[in-house]
């Protein structure tokens, strides 16, 4: 097609590029152009596609249901209202959640592209890419801690009676007492307060403490040191608890050979990258929803299942006039659903070029939000069923976090008939959930240095190597006996403040700088049509807003972590605050970076800074050509600022 002269001049160097070579590079990055006919079909032959569109499904499925759905969810909906609890936090899945999970699918799916990549569009925040890829790596580090302990019960579990089910191991204490013998009053899991012992995607990274919690709820009146069964498994065995984060303690040999295992199965389940954990998900991803429903009927059959559900789901709607009740509904919806890790922009990255991730968007959030409402029936079931047995209101057997599934639940397990069956049930679901979020997290990193890296180009098999041995090798720290405390470490601040901000600059840059008329053309490029108005003023202004003002709510009420009576020291908390930290600064210092390493006077070069990266666009030679011929053509388009 040949351009007229006002349509040369109006052309940006974006449109300018010839794309004489399918790998141009710029900056040392890579662009996942392929080498396709034009006339060929959408596949990226260079860079690769989800064998079928479902495996893209059941992939965000698996990334987006984790294990706050299972223990963390539930326990918010009932101390924030029950069934009351489920207005706002439908009304931020609305306005928050799914704008969200919508812009990262498009901007993965146009681009091919991951995070440290995908911010070609507007160099000027290219540092937004690094800091995601920065807290993916923390928590991929630490996430699969959870999975190793996972793997560890799910090989006691193995064993009749369960070794968590009475006082008479190696192990126990005098102090060892089952549930209801000797005990003047039920406790919950709370050797320390469960409630401030979160994860960023397993639960949310900043919360307030928590009614029912032990380390804050002296009307429990427990007798001093007396510990269940699971409660001295957990501390005693599993992790052999030494007396703080400076005391080392050496390594738990057992924790470090389920975490080498832990690491062999993510390695092998995408060792040939989509092709291998695109169909491990149709495992992964729906084997819990089955153990779920058995679980849900088990539960539904136990003395007290009846009182612990109504407890669960009774609508208390005078909560909705608390500012807090708002926040941490919008905070759950934001975390659970994983957005604004990277993750969910690295698997849209291999659909191919017209993949209707409209649909996606659209119906993953709603899954992701009825299953943890689902959980919460089998969660609490199980909470009614143990609070009959110990003769106390339901409200005083509530527990949440790693609290209720290593300790409580195992517990209520260990007195049903056929125990041993279903604790392997149990953690089986526990860690096909756990290594659902684990595959879409490793593949983040992986991708991000191949797309980002020329040099690595085609040596994805060694970066998978290096990036997990690298990862396995870092995890030791959490096998020691002290690794409890560097887990609660990394887990309360790695991604406390940044994945918020990230969040805002998605929807500020692409709405205002990259242009909201652009992203919906691109859009429509894509799926065939464009999505309505209402769109735009979301991610525009309504979505930032929300994100802004929890950002806003976890900055004022955040404060340093304890476990139980046990305070860390000073180096700790720098050491956590080095973590918060170290995935925020990429943004200014990549800010100044481009502002200076470009010509012209300040003006010229915050302009030239915040235009897409030569080489930007969809990465088949078909679509990248009609993109730039129908840029130059459309006259909405070259009006836009």
Same mark, same amino acid.
């Given at each position: 097609m040949a351009l007229s002269t006002d349509q040369e001049n109006k052309m940006t160097d974006l449109e300018k590029e010839p794309f004489k070579d399918p790998h141009y590079v710029e900056d040392g990055a890579t662009a996942t152009f392929s080498e396709s006919n034009p006339d060929s079909s959408d596949e990226n032959k260079q860079r690769g596609n989800w064998g079928k569109e479902i495996d893209f499904f059941f992939s965000c499925i698996g990334y987006a249901v984790g294990l706050g759905n299972i223990w963390r969810f539930p326990y918010l909906c009932m101390r924030n209202g029950g069934g009351a609890f489920l207005? /706002?936090?439908?009304?931020?899945?609305?306005?928050?959640?799914?704008?969200?999970?919508?812009?990262?699918?498009?901007?993965g799916q146009f681009s091919s !592209?991951? /995070?440290?990549?995908?911010? %070609?569009?507007?160099?000027?925040? @290219?540092?937004?890419?690094?800091?995601?890829? #920065?807290?993916?790596?923390?928590?991929?580090?630490?996430?699969? +801690?959870?999975?190793?302990?996972?793997?560890?019960?799910?090989g006691m579990s193995f064993q009749n009676p369960l070794p968590w089910s009475h006082c008479n191991n190696e192990w126990n204490t005098p102090n060892c007492s089952k549930r209801g013998e000797n005990r003047t009053t039920f406790n919950d899991t709370s050797f320390f307060n469960y409630s401030n012992f979160n994860s960023s995607i397993v639960q949310y990274a900043v919360s307030t403490p928590a009614a029912g919690s032990l380390a804050n709820d002296s009307a429990l009146n427990r007798s001093a040191n007396v510990m269940t069964p699971a409660e001295e498994f957990w501390q005693y065995n599993a992790l052999e608890m030494s007396s703080g984060i400076d005391s080392t303690g050496g390594l738990r040999w057992q924790l470090v050979v389920c975490h080498l295992v832990g690491w062999l199965v993510v390695f092998l389940c995408v060792i040939k990258g989509i092709k291998t954990?695109?169909?491990? +998900?149709?495992?992964?991803?729906?084997? /819990?929803? +089955?153990?779920? +429903?058995?679980?849900?009927? !088990?539960?539904?059959?136990?003395?007290?299942?009846?009182?612990?559900?109504?407890?669960?789901?009774?609508?208390?709607?005078?909560?909705?006039?608390?500012? !807090?009740?708002?926040?941490?509904?919008?905070?759950?919806?934001?975390?659970?659903?994983?957005?604004?890790?990277?993750?969910? #922009?690295?698997?849209?990255?291999?659909?191919?070029?017209?993949?209707n991730f409209y649909r996606d968007a659209i119906t993953v959030p709603i899954i992701n939000c009825l299953t943890s409402f689902t959980a919460g029936f089998v969660v609490f079931s199980v909470i009614g069923f143990m609070a009959k047995e110990a003769g106390v209101p339901? @409200?005083?057997?509530?527990t949440s976090g790693p609290g209720l599934a290593f300790i409580a639940y195992p517990e209520a397990i260990s007195q049903l008939p056929f125990s041993p069956a279903w604790a392997v049930l149990f953690f089986v679901m526990l860690l096909t959930i756990g290594l659902d979020t684990q595959f879409a997290t490793f593949e983040t990193l992986v991708s991000g240095i191949v797309d980002r890296f020329r040099a690595f180009r085609g040596?994805?098999?060694l970066v998978m190597i290096g990036v997990g041995s690298f990862e396995a090798l870092i995890g030791l720290v959490f096998m020691t006996r002290a690794g409890i405390y560097h887990f609660q470490i990394w887990d309360w601040y790695s991604g406390a403040f940044s994945v918020m901000i990230f969040a805002v600059l998605e929807c500020l840059v692409l709405s205002y700088i990259y242009g909201g008329k652009r992203l919906f053309y691109e859009i429509e490029m894509m799926i065939g049509y464009r999505p309505n108005f209402g769109w735009r003023i979301l991610l525009g202004g309504v979505t930032p807003a929300s994100m802004f003002v929890c950002l806003a709510y976890a900055t004022m009420t955040f404060s340093? /972590?304890?476990?139980?009576?046990?305070?860390?020291?000073e180096w700790a908390k720098i050491m956590g605050w080095m973590l918060a930290v170290f995935s925020i600064l990429p943004i200014p210092g990549f800010f100044i970076y481009e502002l200076v390493r470009t010509k012209g006077s300040p003006l010229e070069r915050l302009k030239h800074s915040v235009r897409p990266a030569a080489g930007w666009?969809?990465?088949? %030679?078909?679509? !990248? @050509?009609g993109y730039i011929y129908d840029l130059v053509d459309s006259v909405e388009l070259t009006e836009m600022a």
């Open positions: 207005i /706002p936090y439908f009304f931020f899945l609305v306005i928050g959640g799914v704008p969200l999970f919508f812009i990262e699918l498009y901007i !592209r991951s /995070p440290l990549a995908v911010w %070609d569009m507007c160099p000027l925040f @290219k540092g937004t890419g690094w800091g995601m890829t #920065i807290v993916s790596l923390f928590f991929s580090i630490y996430y699969q +801690v959870i999975v190793t302990w996972v793997i560890y019960y799910l954990s695109g169909k491990v +998900v149709y495992v992964t991803a729906t084997v /819990p929803y +089955v153990f779920l +429903v058995i679980l849900l009927i !088990r539960g539904c059959t136990l003395p007290g299942a009846t009182e612990g559900i109504i407890y669960y789901i009774k609508p208390d709607f005078s909560k909705l006039l608390e500012f !807090r009740i708002w926040a941490e509904a919008c905070l759950q919806i934001f975390y659970s659903l994983g957005t604004a890790w990277g993750g969910l #922009i690295t698997m849209a990255s291999y659909n191919t070029f017209h993949h339901v @409200k005083d057997a509530i040596k994805k098999f340093s /972590p304890n476990y139980g009576e046990y305070f860390y020291p666009g969809p990465a088949i %030679d078909k679509n !990248r @050509k």
